[in-house]
């Protein structure tokens, strides 16, 4: 069974910092692209960033170009998000997501974390 | 960038009843458009992907359809646990980048 679980949310102050973990079972990581989509809260979806199964590609959205960087270690089955420098609006539950074989949508997605940006 | 632009944002009906929801693109886009189904609390769930591809595990009163601008996904008689979010997502091959539409709420009537 496939699964991600994602940890490392929680209060941080604007101007701070924060890393995200995603734990994946069930499925070769190695194999995949891998992304983090948030989603603040009562609006709509927003991907933030992907990587390739080797890590020799990343792409973001322009908002966290320059203070997010996604990372993986596909020896420990696990996908990261540094993010720095964070502001009130980076406040949103962060999901990490598994990129289907064409890598155009996600086919699994884990539980989500809170990150909430506030002084 | 493209846009994608979901229509309604808010539906409501009854079990039973047969919806369409509608997601129009800013430019022609290739098939790479899916659909997926949000409930309180939790992850969002692939539906339909390739336009008009179901998901594995995905009931089949779920369906997608269209092409060039306009995309539309059917739920052909409406079951309780339906009354969801939907939202369309596609990708831009050029920047990469993954754009969403603003959500349809299902509600019950």
């Known amino acids: 069974e496939v699964q991600l679980v994602e940890s490392g949310g929680g209060l941080v102050q604007p101007g701070g910092s924060l890393r995200l973990s995603c734990a994946a079972s069930?499925?070769?990581?190695?194999?995949?692209?891998m992304s983090w989509v948030r989603q603040a809260p009562g609006k709509g979806l927003e991907w933030v960033a992907n990587?390739?199964?080797?890590?020799?590609?990343?792409y973001y959205v322009d908002s966290v170009k320059g203070r997010f960087t996604i990372s993986r270690d596909n020896a420990k089955n696990s996908l990261y998000l540094q993010m720095n420098s964070l502001r009130a609006e980076d406040t949103a539950v962060y999901y990490c997501?598994?990129?289907?074989?064409?890598?155009?949508?996600?086919?699994?997605w884990g539980q989500g974390t809170l990150v909430t940006v506030s002084s | 960038d493209i846009q994608l632009t979901q229509s309604p944002s808010f539906l409501s009906a009854s079990v039973g009843d047969r919806v369409t929801i509608t997601c129009r693109a800013s430019?022609?886009?290739?098939?790479?458009l899916a659909w997926y189904q949000q409930k309180p609390g939790k992850a969002p769930k692939l539906l339909i992907y390739?336009?008009?591809t179901l998901q594995s595990g995905v009931p089949s009163r779920f369906s997608g359809s269209g092409s060039g601008t306009e995309f539309t996904l059917t739920i052909s008689s409406l079951q309780p646990e339906d009354f969801a979010t939907y939202y369309c997502?596609?990708?831009?091959?050029?920047?990469?980048?993954?754009?969403f539409g603003q959500g349809t709420k299902l509600e019950i009537k």
């Open positions: 997502q596609q990708l831009n091959s050029y920047p990469w980048s993954y754009t």
């Open positions: 069930g499925f070769t990581f190695s194999s995949y692209w």
């Open positions: 430019q022609g886009i290739s098939s790479y």
């Open positions: 997501a598994r990129s289907s074989v064409g890598e155009d949508t996600w086919d699994y």
């Open positions: 990587i390739k199964q080797d890590g020799s590609e990343k």
């Open positions: 390739a336009a008009s």
